[in-house]
């Protein structure tokens, strides 16, 4: 296996079988599952991360004790009026899409900012391309916000992961006939257990993989970790920019619990932007695009 990630990943070991899921469930799992319960977590009461995550918390606080319907706020505040609700329900995972320069890494970071800064959630920010230092200076020089001194302040994370170690990883199973031999996996170490996490850009992830069952078969199974951390989880994928398919495979937008649009549209000769929640499980929503812009504040909706 090919790979030096050192601080960002620890290895552990697992079998193609259990990665993938593919092991027939138990009497017992059954009827967990049917209790609203799968593999040692409840959703959304008392989570304890698993051991077959793709995630590792390297925080002995990996407990989280959580209320059936939990709303959080954005920190977006005419973002959160266009839900009913107010803001995402725990346990939601958002699929942002947009075309480039639409301002999916802003808003994401946006909303990290706030609910790190005023409610003192933690966030943790994973970036398959660019360089943490100059996602932290961009975000400083633009908007003024200081993610160096909420780092300080332990609510908030940048972990870099190569994408090209991911794949490889993956990949290797499948190169196993039956799947059945260990093999070394790699978790993603986080800091701690957040309450806001980003993936930045599933995009990024996967061409890094050569063949795309192999890839949506990770996505499942990444999306299913994201369930058991029961924390609100922005996923992006980069689109056209008025797209018609809002990511690369169409299992993405199928997996997530929530589906926000960013359009960047030319009208008239000149571009303007538009967002539309598109999809939303836990909440009825405006139906709908609404103007917005890129400002030195940040993202302003309802303002063309």
């Given amino acids: 296996m090919v790979g030096n990630m050192g601080n960002i990943f620890e290895k552990v070991w697992g079998t193609a079988k259990e990665f993938l899921g593919a092991k027939a469930p138990k009497a017992e799992e059954k009827e967990a599952a049917a209790n609203g319960e799968y593999r040692g977590f409840t959703k959304k009461k008392h989570n304890i991360i698993p051991e077959n995550n ?25 973002f959160d009026q266009l839900i009913k ?38 966030c943790i ?8 230092k100059k996602i932290k200076g961009h975000m400083k020089k633009n908007y003024g916000w200081d993610f160096e001194a909420l780092e300080k302040s332990g609510t908030f994370a940048i972990v870099k992961v190569d994408p090209l170690d991911v794949a490889r990883d993956v990949e290797q199973i499948f190169l196993e006939k039956h799947g059945e031999l260990k093999i070394r996996l790699e978790k993603i170490r986080l800091p701690f257990l957040p309450d806001i996490i980003a993936l930045d850009s599933l995009s990024a992830l996967s061409i890094a993989f050569t063949e795309e ?22 996923v992006i994928s980069e ?7 809002y990511s690369r495979t169409g299992v993405e937008e199928f997996l997530a619990d929530g589906v926000i649009v960013l359009y960047n549209l030319k009208k008239q000769g000149k571009r303007e932007n538009e967002i539309e929640v598109l999809k939303l499980r836990s909440s ?14 940040g993202i302003l909706i309802g303002q063309g």
């Fill in 54 to 78: 793709l995630f590792s918390i390297s925080s002995s606080e990996i407990e989280r004790k959580t209320h059936e319907n939990d709303i959080t706020p954005t920190g977006i505040k005419e």
């Fill in 85 to 122: 609700d107010g803001g995402l329900e725990q346990g939601s995972s958002i699929l942002i899409s947009g075309g480039t320069g639409t301002g999916k890494t802003t808003f994401i970071l946006q909303s990290m900012h706030n609910c790190s800064k005023e409610r003192s959630l933690k």
């Fill in 125 to 132: 920010y994973i970036s398959f391309e660019e360089d943490p």
């Fill in 213 to 234: 069952e192999n890839y949506r078969k990770y996505i499942t199974e990444l999306f299913q970790s994201l369930v058991h951390m029961n924390c609100i989880s922005y």
């Fill in 239 to 245: 689109t056209e920019q008025d797209p018609r398919i």
């Fill in 284 to 297: 009825s929503h405006h139906k709908g695009r609404v103007p917005y812009r890129i400002t030195t504040k």
